[in-house]
């Protein structure tokens, strides 16, 4: 359900507030093709799409790590989030593995695609490894700070 199609409050010819064309008298959209479709017909944003793309899904790949885990932090992975046997996607376990290895490095993926998991398995990694290391967490917002931080409470049981 979309709340008010998370669009601002649009008007017709006379001024009136009228609801986006792309949405029913629910809120809801059927699917992607049909949302696709009227938000393109819509008047707030006909012609302004200049081109759309199907891209088919594709199924996940993943590696492992080229050094294995401490035990400790293996067993919150499973139980926490699911992750079997060190089983990574493919973008996680390259840039875990060049983090072990002692390069810098930069990740830029979509929300939602296990960034977070990259940096908070290094750094809990070096910590078991090494009780006198240190990180520095740095995010662009308070909100996303107080959101990892509730994360990785919630992963490492302290909070």
């Known amino acids: 359900n979309f709340e008010s199609c998370l669009l601002p409050q649009m008007e017709n010819a006379k001024g009136e507030p009228t609801?986006?064309?792309f949405c029913d008298g629910?809120?809801?959209?059927?699917?992607?093709?049909t949302f696709v479709t009227n938000l393109?017909?819509?008047?707030?944003?006909?012609?302004?799409?200049?081109?759309?793309?199907r891209i088919l899904g594709r199924k996940a790949r993943y590696d492992i790590l080229l050094r294995p885990l401490p035990q400790l932090l293996l067993c919150r992975l499973e139980s926490c989030l699911k992750i079997k046997d060190g089983e990574f996607y493919t973008h996680q376990a390259s840039a875990i593995n060049a983090i072990r290895g002692g390069s810098h490095v930069a990740i830029s993926t979509s929300t939602a695609s296990g960034k977070s998991i990259i940096y908070n398995v290094s750094v809990l990694d070096a910590i078991l490894q090494?009780?006198?290391?240190?990180?520095?967490?740095?995010?662009?917002?308070?909100a996303l700070a107080q959101d990892q931080l509730r994360s990785i409470q919630e992963f490492t049981g302290f909070g």
């Open 130 to 142: 090494d009780k006198e290391v240190t990180a520095l967490y740095l995010f662009p917002t308070k």
């Open 40 to 53: 393109k017909d819509s008047e707030i944003y006909r012609g302004q799409m200049s081109h759309i793309e």
């Open 26 to 33: 629910t809120l809801e959209w059927k699917s992607p093709d």
């Open 19 to 21: 609801m986006p064309t």
